[in-house]
């Protein structure tokens, strides 16, 4: 349960505010506003999803979040992606990015990564450019990239923001419209309302799942274990997930698998605690 809803709220929030400053170069301030708006908005979710348990029982408002949740989460950054940054989007299906070379591996542990091509995968991800890797049976550390009909041969691969801007990529921050801002505040708003359901009625549900003797340690250590592991290692994940396929939607698969293993043990293992169950003082 804990690491379900960690995810979903840290999608929700820092990953949003990273895809909205990263691979779609929107401007930091613009970007901070929209998410933060969104944020203080979405915690009406919050007290209303808690306030809905007291009625109909914890486990309901959780399950229909998670369920939300796995149908709706690449629709919503699909859509914040539409309109965040549509002249990079447009040069990204225009001249579309590939890359051809042998040792192709992506570490995401390291400073510097140990290959010309993994270099290059780096470089790429950080400006938030779609790509495919086709790689060759070569043994030497050996890469090329082909930028729509022009072919780079790219030994440092600091060059490649040069080359790319050449062929019409504009990585300059933008500041979206009117109607691009209100598409990503919906969106964001949207995630939180998933959190909001799966975050608001949590605290009640843990609480009336162990009695008080040993409430404390029973509800804390899973909790945090959940949250510290899954969520705390969702950047660095979802992060090696992008590099290693160039799709810059590919890391939401890691919140999309948690969420749906913490789907089915919410449904099919979870039962809701019985009010009073834990008058009678333990033995």
Excluded at 110 to 128: D, F, I, S, W, Y
Excluded at 174 to 199: C, D, E, K, R
Excluded at 214 to 224: D, G, K, N
Excluded at 256 to 261: H, L, N, R, S
Aim: glycine share 10%; charged share 10%; proline share 6%.
């Amino acid at each position: 349960i804990a690491a379900g809803l960690t995810v979903i709220w840290y999608t929700a929030m820092f990953s949003g505010l990273s895809f909205l400053k990263g691979p779609m170069k929107v401007n930091d301030t613009a970007a901070e506003i929209i998410v933060g708006f969104a944020a203080a908005v979405g915690m009406v979710f919050f007290v209303w999803a808690g306030k809905l348990s007291d009625r109909i029982g914890r486990k309901k408002p959780i399950v229909w979040g998670y369920a939300a949740t796995l149908v709706l989460l690449f629709p919503l950054f699909w859509w914040m992606g539409s309109v965040g940054n549509p002249a990079l989007s447009a040069a990204a299906q225009r001249a579309p990015v590939t890359v051809t070379g042998s040792q192709c591996t992506f570490d995401p542990f390291a400073q510097q990564q140990a290959t010309v091509c993994g270099r290059t995968l780096g470089e790429l991800t950080k400006l938030g450019v779609p790509y495919t890797i086709a790689e060759t049976g070569s043994g030497f550390d050996s890469v090329k990239i082909r930028i729509g009909n022009r072919e780079v041969a790219s030994e440092a691969p600091e060059l490649l923001q040069p080359a790319l801007e050449a062929m019409g990529y504009d990585f300059a921050k933008q500041v979206p419209n009117a109607g691009g801002i209100a598409v990503i505040f919906l969106a964001l708003l949207g995630l939180s309302a998933l959190s909001g359901f799966t975050y608001g009625p949590v605290a009640a549900l843990l609480s009336e799942m162990f009695p008080p003797h040993v409430r404390y340690s029973s509800l804390s250590i899973p909790y945090h274990l959940g949250t510290g592991y899954f969520g705390g290692f969702l950047p660095l994940i979802a992060s090696f997930i992008v590099a290693k396929t160039g799709n810059a939607y590919a890391g939401l698969w890691y919140t999309w698998g948690v969420v749906f293993v913490a789907f089915l043990v919410t449904a099919f293992m979870l039962k809701d605690p019985v009010e009073g169950q834990w008058d009678k003082p333990a033995a």
